[in-house]
């Protein structure tokens, strides 16, 4: 197995709903990663996990929670939302923070939709 | 790190090569990628270099690294229209993956 997987694929929520994204992958890596992206966009680095302990939080707003429960499990909770947080939110993973010589594997990513 | 340039649009005609353009900033980057991103999908890893090479040719995608200017190109050869997406280079520090602003190639039939 060589994917990330997230899911859901869209999501649409309210500003007072509570919600997660999820991601999975098989391949043994141990550092995952969180990227927020808008449209016509480079990917904005959020969370880094590297051995399932949290690592970097690039000053991310706390309606934002990150959660590793295991080396495979990446999830983010939601909790109320802006409109300004509908964006693209893409998992990665690599071997090891620091070690990505063949580059990190994205999943397709979560579109997230805040009304 | 923060600040990887690349051209916002490409348009070329099927049949084409197309090169698309990228300035870096961390000399002391290990690596550097090109990511394609096609629209609602997430990034595909479509080739790295190691910063000790000049050249690298994968099939139809050849990427030239000039490590004096930090100059990235990757040019596609018989460009088609399913190349049509943004692409993406990016470094890695070491520490972390620094994305370039996006390049979007449109392919004309």
């Known amino acids: 197995d060589t994917e990330v997987t997230q899911t859901p694929k869209h999501l649409v929520m309210g500003m007072t709903n509570k919600k997660s994204l999820k991601c999975e992958q098989h391949m043994g890596h141990r550092a995952m990663y969180w990227y927020k992206q808008k449209a016509k966009k480079p990917p904005e680095l959020m969370f880094v996990y590297s051995y399932e302990k949290l690592s970097i939080n690039e000053s991310v707003p706390s309606r934002f929670s990150p959660e590793c429960p295991n080396s495979s499990l990446l999830n983010l909770h939601l909790h109320a939302l802006q409109p300004e947080d509908s964006a693209l939110y893409l998992c990665?993973?690599?071997?090891?923070?620091?070690?990505?010589?063949?580059?990190?594997?994205f999943g397709s990513g979560t579109r997230l939709t805040v009304v | 790190g923060e600040d990887v340039e690349q051209s916002l649009f490409l348009s070329v005609r099927e049949g084409d090569s197309s090169v698309i353009n990228c300035t870096y900033t961390d000399s002391s980057s290990t690596y550097l990628y090109w990511y394609k991103q096609e629209p609602g999908a997430g990034l595909q890893l479509l080739t790295y270099?190691?910063?000790?090479?000049d050249m690298k040719q994968d099939q139809r995608l050849t990427v030239l690294l000039n490590k004096k200017d930090k100059h990235l190109s990757l040019r596609i050869a018989d460009t088609q229209t399913g190349d049509s997406a943004i692409y993406f280079c990016?470094?890695?520090?070491?520490?972390?993956?620094?994305f370039g602003t996006g390049t979007s190639l449109t392919v004309i039939p």
């Open positions: 270099i190691f910063s000790n090479m």
């Open positions: 990016a470094e890695n520090t070491g520490n972390q993956f620094y």
């Open positions: 990665a993973s690599s071997p090891a923070r620091g070690t990505a010589v063949y580059g990190y594997t």
